[in-house]
């Protein structure tokens, strides 16, 4: 068999990297280079080797490797018994300390990976040394409707041009070769100063078009949808809306949006503009030309808000088959007909050839954030399997009649505080599965992580930002007597908890028979937002944690081999890749994503260092991964003068949880504690919120909709908080008064 091998590069991306020089990566010596007959072009990547990436197992040519989106490498020169010896061979730092999603691509010895806002690296992926890196130029005000941190969750790579989507909503096609903008095109179907709409999953190739869609279903005014554009120009060629539009606008756009609306309640808040977006869980079959994208939440989650009775809401938290040369419905399977705890479908679809007893079929399996393992025909969308992989008691189960799920009263809300299993973050989110074709296994990382859910309708009107209008507390976080002020009385976690498993929130990596149903192995895990996942043909399966470590586990039994410090919580799914003889396992660290906003725990990397984003790579026989340094102890300086009134510091509650909440919780996390900020940064408060002079590095400005008094009571509230903070520091090192 021929394998190319890249240990020298091309000269063109030779002279790119003299002319950028090296910053951001620690240098390590690279291995013996071997001559290779031909020198490839940057990037040469198409249609016909991607379906020969088998015979190619040195590369990874997809965030996925390949087009099935396994997340599998047949590589196993590191395997079982040796993986312990597995150890640093470079890093690389992005200069960021937010969340990082992205699975890198390595072609032919050079990896190209994306970070924050969508700016792209590329390097030698045998020594790290930077070859040239793009900036795609996003106002940082965009960073405010990223519901969940300015991530990124890949990019493609396909006859020498790199295609990333930047958080602002753009498409940028760049030259592999010189990291030279070929064209940028704006995907937004609209744009102005409340533009919900941001971009962050990867865009997939489908034939001669580039396809991505957009994150925004928790704001006002986002329409789900997934566009596509001509690989060569940028030109428009199709948009594909998920969800239908306001019939007082007229007749529906689309041919399936007419039967679509009837399935909508007719009271239905159309000004919200119904939600449903593709922010990930993009899938494309080149054989059957067919593209499969997940859909999000309707919006507002709650579609019986206000005495209305709901519907199925099609084509939200659903599984979308469109035929890619027309963008015209092919099929569809709504895991979550009328879904009201924010279960999206947008989790990535891995296809695969499944003998399910009647010999290979073509099937599509998604572990959807609902708790439920999906099997279905990729063909058709014919149902052909499904069980919960997680514990979930919104429903009993899924009809096998009808495909629908058996909604449990449990479910219901409205009827008062519930704790719910799953969590709205799901018992698997966005982080991706990986199938072993050996092991005929596929492994989940897995959240058993309840949350109680309650209707905030009747309390408080237009609390939180958007449509998070479900107020929904990790049973750790959840108070009632804290969170009274805001949301009145609520009973307690014990008597929510009678009957169910542990009201505490954990993760675990389950290895799932897809064909049987039914667990085979799990491994509990440090944290309970960790990485995605790696196996290979080593025997191994990989996987990175919150608490900074990436373990390495036996693919047929889960016995752990290795457990790499790499002291930052991890994400992203790891790859691996081999570059003249030797293979790499390379991973982003960087924390962050959905568990910006939250309060950091003890296991958990980024309490106690600093969230350095890095691409890690590992080898064998290499040293120990060069650690961030510690964390210096959170100390709260003495607060401004305490001069506002207790209404104005209510006020400051409720506006603070509506606007800033989301990404600033009170406590340490990813993000700065505001109850911690310097006497300067108090001074300059008004000019950080509403005139945006941090935009730049991500905090945008809030003018549109915070008066200056609406401001001050938020400072209020904070100064609030901070003077609460600061007595309880000096109470605990009995060296000061509390203040007055």
Request: contains cysteine; charged residues 15%.
């Amino acid at each position: 068999m021929y394998r190319w091998q890249r240990p020298i590069l091309p000269l063109v991306l030779a002279a790119a990297a003299l002319t950028i020089g090296l910053s951001g990566c620690e240098k390590r010596a690279a291995p013996g280079s071997v001559s290779a007959p031909v020198q490839p072009s940057a990037g040469a990547l198409d249609a016909a080797r991607l379906a020969a990436a088998a015979g190619e197992p040195d590369q990874w040519f997809t965030p996925g490797r390949d087009s099935s989106g396994a997340y599998y490498s047949p590589l196993g020169d590191i395997n079982v018994g040796n993986v312990s010896r597995l150890g640093f061979a470079w890093q690389y730092h992005l200069g960021s300390h937010r969340g990082l999603e992205a699975t890198p691509i390595v072609i032919d010895g050079v990896m190209y990976a994306v970070g924050n806002f969508g700016h792209v690296y590329v390097l030698d992926a045998a020594s790290g040394r930077e070859l040239w890196t793009y900036d795609p130029e996003v106002d940082g005000q965009w960073g405010r409707y990223a519901c969940c941190d300015a991530v990124n969750r890949g990019l493609a790579v396909w006859n020498g041009r790199v295609y990333v989507g930047a958080l602002d909503g753009y498409l940028h096609a760049i030259d592999a070769a010189t990291g030279n903008r070929l064209w940028k095109v704006d995907t937004l179907p609209a744009r102005g100063p409340k533009t919900p709409y941001t971009l962050s999953a990867a865009p997939v190739i489908a034939g001669d078009l580039v396809i991505v869609g957009s994150a925004g279903a928790d704001f006002d005014g986002a329409r789900g949808y997934v566009a596509a554009y001509d690989l060569q120009t940028g030109a428009f060629r199709w948009r594909f809306y998920t969800v239908p539009r306001n019939p007082k606008e007229g007749p529906q756009d689309q041919p399936h949006l007419v039967d679509a609306v009837k399935s909508w309640d007719p009271r239905h808040q159309w000004e919200s503009a119904g939600g449903g977006t593709v922010w990930d869980g993009i899938s494309y079959d080149p054989e059957l030309k067919l593209l499969y994208v997940g859909t999000a939440n309707g919006a507002p989650y709650n579609i019986k808000q206000d005495g209305r009775k709901g519907g199925d809401d099609l084509y939200t938290a659903a599984i979308v088959a469109i035929h890619a040369d027309t963008g015209q419905l092919a099929w569809y399977y709504q895991t979550t007909p009328g879904d009201r705890w924010d279960y999206d479908s947008t989790q990535k679809m891995i296809l695969a050839d499944l003998d399910l007893g009647q010999g290979p079929r073509k099937v599509l399996m998604q572990a959807s954030k609902n708790g439920y393992y999906y099997v279905l025909d990729r063909s058709s969308g014919q149902l052909l399997s499904a069980n919960n992989f997680a514990y979930v008691n919104w429903a009993k189960g899924i009809d096998p009649k009808t495909g629908r799920p058996i909604v449990a009263p449990q479910a219901d809300y409205q009827k008062g505080a519930k704790l719910m299993f799953p969590a709205n973050a799901g018992a698997h989110s966005w982080q991706p599965m990986s199938y072993d074709p050996q092991t005929k296994l596929t492994y989940i990382p897995t959240m058993e992580w309840p949350m109680v859910y309650f209707d905030s309708a009747n309390l408080r009107a237009g609390l939180i930002e958007g449509f998070f209008t479900v107020p929904a507390f990790p049973s750790e976080d959840y108070d009632p007597k804290a969170l009274a002020s805001l949301y009145g009385p609520l009973p307690s976690l014990a008597q929510l908890d009678r009957g169910l498993p542990p009201a505490k929130s954990r993760g675990f990596l389950r290895a799932w028979d897809p064909i049987h149903q039914r667990l085979a192995w799990e491994v509990p895990s440090l944290s309970n937002w960790d990485g995605g996942v790696l196996s290979t043909g080593g025997g191994l399966v990989f996987q990175g944690d919150g608490a900074g470590y990436l373990n390495v586990y036996t693919a047929d039994s889960g016995k752990q081999l290795a457990h790499v410090p790499l002291g930052t919580g991890v994400m992203a799914a790891p790859m691996t890749y081999r570059v003249a003889g030797t293979q790499y396992v390379a991973v982003l660290a960087g924390y962050g994503g959905n568990m910006v906003g939250y309060p950091l725990r003890a296991n958990y990397a980024a309490y106690t260092r600093n969230n350095e984003g890095r691409i890690i790579v590992l080898k064998l026989d290499g040293g120990a991964v060069p650690l961030p340094p510690l964390l210096a102890e959170r100390v709260f300086p003495t607060p401004p003068a305490h001069e506002a009134t207790a209404s104005q510091i209510a006020a400051g509650e409720v506006l603070y949880n509506r606007f800033c909440a989301r990404c600033h919780e009170l406590g340490p996390g990813v993000l700065p504690d505001l109850r911690a900020l310097s006497p300067g940064l108090h001074a300059s408060f008004y000019d950080i919120v509403l005139k945006g002079i941090l935009a730049p590095v991500g905090m945008a400005r809030w003018d549109d909709v915070l008066s200056r008094t609406d401001a001050e009571s938020i400072h209020a509230y904070i100064v609030d908080q901070a003077w609460q903070a600061y007595n309880a520091q000096m109470a605990t090192a009995k060296n000061g008064p509390a203040h007055e």
